[in-house]
């Protein structure tokens, strides 16, 4: 059982470009959630999926995008890179929302744009 | 607004205990989670409150009062391997958890 795998490991990118980040869970986990976090700051929401079909903003949406077209994918796209979006993106799961629910991350992708 | 404070650097000595405090504020409360995070890696789940009092896990502990919005991760017979950032979360009142910045350790032989 892999968990929730994220690709890429780590890239870098020219301002402008656009980028999708890919996730991918076996667990059949129903709740995905994006988070990027930044030195001196916790992780911040970006955008989360609480079930297949339906997804929803968190903190910092702006500049992403996110589809849940089934249990197990959750990618998220810059459509346009700023540097500003230079980070560490991870991806977790959990089984539902009940609030006993333990979010498991992946390995995270190291993104830098230039 | 949200907020979770924990103090972003604390040095403990091999073989010691260390508490890391971690205060909130939130917009409702569904249970406090403590992770663990070493450098270059992901989180990885250690606790979880959602009741006043201690939880106990091996050579970590977890105590919880919702009154004074205040938890704590206590670590016993601290090892090497515990230099790592921790981090504490709050489920707020619409399931999402909101996170502090983490709090970096650093042990000493």
């Known amino acids: 059982i892999a968990g929730i795998t994220q690709a890429p490991t780590s890239q870098i990118l020219a301002a402008g470009r656009r980028m999708t980040l890919r996730c991918t869970q076996d667990?059949?986990?129903?709740?995905m959630y994006w988070y990027r976090q930044d030195l001196g700051l916790g992780l911040r929401l970006i955008h989360y999926?609480?079930?297949?079909?339906?997804?929803g903003k968190g903190e910092v949406p702006d500049g992403y995008s996110v589809s849940r077209a089934n249990t197990d994918d959750f990618p998220l796209t810059l459509a346009s890179a700023v540097p500003s979006q230079t980070s560490v993106y991870f991806c977790?799961?959990?089984?539902?929302?009940?609030?006993?629910?333990?979010?498991?991350f992946g390995p995270g992708t190291r993104l830098t744009v230039l | 607004g949200q907020n979770i404070d924990q103090p972003t650097e604390m040095t403990a000595t091999e073989g010691a205990i260390v508490q890391i405090n971690c205060t909130y504020q939130t917009s409702g409360f569904n249970g406090l989670f403590w992770y663990q995070q070493h450098a270059g890696e992901a989180p990885t789940f250690l606790s979880y409150n959602v009741l006043d009092g201690l939880e106990e896990k091996g050579r970590f502990s977890s105590f919880l009062s919702r009154s004074k919005g205040y938890s704590y991760l206590l670590l016993k017979e601290l090892q090497m391997k515990d230099s790592a950032s921790y981090l504490c979360?709050?489920?707020?009142?619409?399931?999402?958890?909101?996170w502090g910045a983490g709090t970096k350790l650093i042990i000493k032989p």
């Open positions: 999926s609480n079930t297949a079909g339906t997804t």
């Open positions: 979360a709050v489920e707020d009142s619409n399931y999402q958890l909101i």
């Open positions: 667990m059949r986990h129903n709740a």
């Open positions: 977790a799961s959990r089984p539902g929302t009940s609030d006993t629910d333990t979010q498991y």
